[in-house]
T-cell receptor, first 115, second 113 residues
Framework: DAGVTQSPTHLIKTRGQQVTLRCSPK?????VSWYQQALGQGPQFIFQ???????QRGNFPDRFSGHQFPNYSSELNVNALLLGDSALYLC??????????????FGPGTRLTVL | AQSVTQPDIHITVSEGASLELRCNYS??????LFWYVQSPGQGLQLLLK??????LVQGIKGFEAEFKRSQSSFNLRKPSVHWSDAAEYFC???????????FGTGTLLAVQP
């Protein structure tokens, strides 16, 4: 049973560019959440997708957007990249929309470097 | 607003010694609390979680944590640390109606031989 997978593993972009990160949830999971983990910090919640809709959003600007596909996989898009967007981006999946008792399973992350 | 504080940024222990990592939370209602571990280049792995009931929670890899409401704490413990336990440890609280995990800033554990 594959866990949460993310691609690519690493990515280097320049300021002003746009980036797309991808996530496939664990088998049987239909809810995907995205987190940003800056160096030396804990993960910060970006948003959560369920039934192809954004259900919850953290304190991130509109430059951060996402999408969920019918197969439950998800994309995170960041426009107009800033140096401060350099971070590890983590995807987490859970079986049912935000049910508190369900554990979120995390992928290995995508390391984004903005130059 | 919910928040999590991990007072220790970095801890070094000797292999075989006991370990306690501190976590304090701020939350108005009964909290749902988690400990995750992150090894270099890896995602977050859940060690244990507390929702209700017995305040001493057993997890994987020999870890346990104790919920103390009076102290707003959820400290992680292990009686005997192994070199493979070297990693970063994150405490998290479930953000109630917002359905998101709120993480602390982490504690980096180093294990001396």
């Amino acid at each position: 049973d594959a866990g949460v997978t993310q691609s690519p593993t690493h990515l280097i972009k320049t300021r002003g560019q746009q980036v797309t990160l991808r996530c496939s949830p664990k088998s049987g999971h239909d809810t995907v959440s995205w987190y940003q983990q800056a160096l030396g910090q804990g993960p910060q919640f970006i948003f959560q997708y369920y039934e192809e809709e954004e259900r919850q959003r953290g304190n991130f600007p509109d430059r951060f957007s996402g999408h969920q596909f019918p197969n439950y996989s998800s994309e995170l898009n960041v426009n107009a990249l800033l140096l401060g967007d350099s971070a590890l981006y983590l995807c987490a999946s859970s079986p049912v929309e935000g049910r508190i008792t369900d554990t979120q399973y995390f992928g290995p992350g995508t390391r984004l470097t903005v130059l | 607003a919910q928040s999590v504080t991990q007072p220790d940024i970095h801890i070094t222990v000797s292999e075989g010694a006991s370990l306690e990592l501190r976590c304090n939370y701020s939350y108005g209602a009964t909290p749902y609390l988690f400990w995750y571990v992150q090894s270099p280049g890896q995602g977050l792995q859940l060690l244990l979680k507390y929702f209700s009931g017995d305040t001493l929670v057993q997890g994987i890899k020999g870890f346990e944590a104790e919920f103390k409401r009076s102290q707003s704490s959820f400290n992680l413990r292990k009686p005997s640390v192994h070199w493979s336990d070297a990693a970063e440890y994150f405490c998290a609280v479930y953000g109630g109606a917002t359905n998101k995990l709120i993480f602390g800033t982490g504690t980096l554990l180093a294990v001396q031989p």
